[in-house]
């Protein structure tokens, strides 16, 4: 239960007893007084705040997660697992930590943020330092990129100067206006501090479609020459990713993050096989508390449509849209 429920749950029970003694003024003033020092002294309690009770990270846990929940996807489960590692246990940190994640759609970009925000906060993505700019949502028009800039420059400053430990994710970079994201380049780069405030504890968190054909191709490659797709390195796909990003459209697009090398890795994910999306099924089942059914799966995943037309290897939409489409499978 989040802690604004208990609280709010809290909040009813003492409404509930004021009510009770409305009739008897003594007992009623009492009852006020008692319940607001009660419900001050709780809501300080369970108040998310910006300490190591609600922001310790869980190097175990996420192992764990990103072992059992997430799939098909050995280089960024391996990358993630590392940096995050390094970075929440460096007590000499240089710079915030910038990663930057490629793949087509439903391959698990954002659930692995989640991930990560789940094995540090104790909200998770619910927390008041989770942060999520979403570019079609918040920057839609290139007219007032002006305005944007000195926005978001503005939110992570006075972000972060709340709570050094933040995380910001930013969501369809593929979409962002190219410059957008420089302007908070001085927050990325090695700096002590910038007026007073230190972003080296902060993470950010690049999400894009962008240098998803690319990864798609070099999977396909690997598959038609026969050879396992865990045999795909990072250093295959890196080089190809960062270059494809720099130049192709977007919130990266010849950005001097990239010339500066302060995105700390490219983390490609690659596109999901039929049978992945049997492992989503099964894990969206078990989720649910339902027994995992593989003849459930095997049908929903059959139903998905995969790419190339010949060789129908890859889920085109990956593991999205399992959650909507389950019910009608059972
Ligand atoms: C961002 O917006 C798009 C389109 O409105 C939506 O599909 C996507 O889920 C949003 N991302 C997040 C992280 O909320
Ligand atoms: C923090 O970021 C949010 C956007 O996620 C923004 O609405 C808010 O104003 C920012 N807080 C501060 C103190 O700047």
Not at 32 to 61: M, N
Not at 69 to 78: D, M, V
């Amino acid at each position: 239960m989040k802690a604004t429920h208990l609280y709010l749950l809290l909040q009813v029970f003492l409404s509930a007893s004021v009510l009770v003694h409305t009739f008897d003024p003594f007992t009623t003033v009492l009852a006020v007084g008692v319940g607001a020092t009660l419900g001050r002294t709780i809501y300080k309690y369970l108040h998310e705040s910006c300490d190591p009770k609600w922001i310790a990270f869980d190097a175990t846990g996420l192992q764990v997660d990103l072992g059992n929940k997430l799939f098909g996807q050995h280089i960024a489960s391996r990358i993630i697992l590392q940096a995050v590692n390094e970075f929440m246990t460096n007590d000499n940190l240089k710079k915030p930590l910038v990663l930057s994640l490629h793949g087509s759609s439903g391959t698990g970009k954002t659930f692995v943020s989640q991930l990560i925000a789940d094995n540090i906060y104790k909200e998770g993505m619910d927390s008041s330092f989770v942060h999520i700019f979403n570019s079609t949502l918040h920057f839609p028009h290139s007219s007032h990129l002006d305005t944007y800039k000195s926005q978001l420059q503005q939110w992570i400053k006075g972000n972060v100067s709340n709570c050094a430990q933040s995380m910001f994710i930013f969501d369809e970079m593929d979409k962002m206006h190219p410059g957008l994201i420089d302007s908070i380049k001085p927050y990325l780069d090695y700096y002590d501090k910038l007026d007073g405030v230190s972003y080296r504890k902060a993470i950010f968190i690049f999400l894009s479609n962008a240098g998803g054909e690319i990864i798609a191709q070099k999977a396909l490659d690997f598959w038609k020459a026969g050879r396992d797709r865990e045999e795909i390195k990072l250093k295959d796909l890196e080089k190809f990713l960062s270059l494809a990003v720099f130049n192709k459209n977007g919130g990266l697009s010849h950005s001097s993050l990239i010339v500066n090398n302060l995105v700390d890795f490219f983390v490609p994910f690659l596109p999901l096989e039929y049978r992945h999306v049997v492992q989503c099924v099964m894990a969206e089942m078990k989720a649910r508390g339902l027994r995992p059914d593989p003849g459930v799966a095997d049908r929903l995943a059959k139903d998905f449509i995969y790419f190339p037309e010949s060789e129908r290897v890859f889920s085109s939409k990956g593991c999205k849209t399992i959650q909507r489409k389950l019910k009608f499978y059972l």
